[in-house]
């Protein structure tokens, strides 16, 4: 073919419409995502275009007639989807300029850890409490990258950083003096989602000055531990008071200096925490 007709059949060629599809290639099921759609070339008045999704619904439709294609109609700029927990995953576009699909992947919204040792309890302040171990995290990203943060607190609601303290689990190296609670903190970088664990519990029960003698613990109901077998009191019920002494329900020792403060409830852990 001579060159000069060579190039006239190339630029006689129509452009080919060029698809693309903009939004999140890895998601979380349940979750409200959108996608973006453009073409390079201008639609054409009668243009047509269908959207599918393999593994989830379109989202843009009414709940009840929510569906997993669109109908074939004007051009969309953009389509809202709701990704089910499949293995196979995809959104596709067919129209009258070409097709294009984008996979997806699945992924689940991040799992900070449970703490296996919730709680700890110290009978005077001259030990180390043991280690607190926290699971690895999962999900938050499709190839996550964590990073580990643990932070201290007087009263489980106020928190600051433990400095160093960037590993998967907790220790320590010097005696508790107080009583005090730990978490960590996720952060998964690509996302930039955080995430915290549930709390742990070190609780440290200084020596009291005088007798110390102890007490028995009889029963324990509603929050209140019931304190007998002592000669001094007798076929009385004696009852702790929180503001003086932070007692685990399970220990069964308490000192005679202790109980006979008051005769008050103790607070549950939630109430504790809404002081």
Not at 21 to 40: F, L, R, T
């Amino acid at each position: 073919m001579p060159l000069l007709l060579f190039f006239v059949a190339l630029f006689a060629t129509p452009l080919i419409a060029q698809l693309s599809i903009k939004g999140p290639s890895c998601v979380v099921p349940g979750v409200i995502y959108q996608y973006e759609i453009s073409n390079s070339n201008k639609w054409a008045a009668t243009s047509k275009m269908k959207v599918c999704i393999d593994g989830g619904i379109v989202a843009d439709m009414e709940q009840s007639k929510r569906k997993n294609c669109t109908d074939n109609d004007a051009p969309l700029s953009a389509v809202r989807v709701i990704w089910n927990n499949v293995s196979k995953t995809s959104i596709t576009i067919s129209s009258s300029a070409g097709t294009k699909t984008m996979t997806v992947s699945i992924t689940q919204q991040l799992q900070p850890g449970v703490i296996s040792n919730k709680e700890q309890n110290l009978l005077d302040t001259t030990h180390t409490p043991a280690m607190i171990s926290c699971p690895a995290v999962i999900g938050g990203s499709c190839s996550p990258v964590y990073s580990y943060q643990w932070q201290q607190s007087a009263d489980a609601i106020r928190w600051k950083d433990i400095y160093g303290a960037t590993g998967q689990n907790l220790s320590f190296t010097d005696a508790q003096k107080q009583t005090g609670y730990y978490r960590r903190q996720v952060i998964e970088k690509g996302s930039g989602t955080i995430a915290y664990s549930d709390i742990a519990e070190v609780l440290v029960f200084p020596a009291f000055p005088g007798d110390s003698s102890v007490f028995k613990i009889d029963s324990t109901t509603s929050g209140i531990i019931r304190i007998v077998n002592s000669d001094v009191y007798s076929g009385q019920n004696n009852f702790i008071d929180w503001s003086s002494m932070w007692m685990n329900a399970s220990k069964n020792m308490i000192s005679k200096q202790d109980a006979i403060l008051t005769t008050r409830k103790i607070p549950s852990i939630n109430q504790r925490k809404s002081l």
